[in-house]
Each structure stands twice: as structure tokens, then as C-alpha cells.
């Protein structure tokens, strides 16, 4: 998982599989409830 700002105030989440290192989701925001809400259980 990373966050990063596409200008100064736009934020985004992007889920990279840790064996592959390829991205699978990309989610607008990086707040907690968000992810909490919408991220895979391992």
C-alpha cells in the first residue's frame, strides 16, 4: 500500500501485491475508514 499526492491537496491509495510488485486497486483519498472499509484480509 502507498499514498501519494497528485498536486498539493489530491490525494491517493494504491494497492500493489507484495509478490508481484504490480498494482491491483487504486483508490481515490488515503483515509483510514476508506481502508479499513475496502482492504483485502490476509
Same mark, same amino acid.
Not at 476508506?34 to 475496502?38: E, F, K, S
Given at each position: 500500500m502507498d499514498d501519494? +499526492?497528485?498536486y498539493s491537496d489530491?490525494?491517493?491509495t494504491l494497492l500493489v @501485491? +507484495? @509478490?508481484t510488485r504490480l498494482p491491483?486497486?487504486?483508490w481515490a483519498g488515503? @483515509?483510514?475508514e476508506?481502508? +479499513? +472499509?475496502?482492504a483485502p484480509r490476509c
Open positions: 501519494f +499526492a497528485l489530491v490525494y491517493g @501485491d +507484495a @509478490d491491483i486497486e487504486p488515503r @483515509d483510514t476508506h481502508l +479499513a +472499509a475496502g
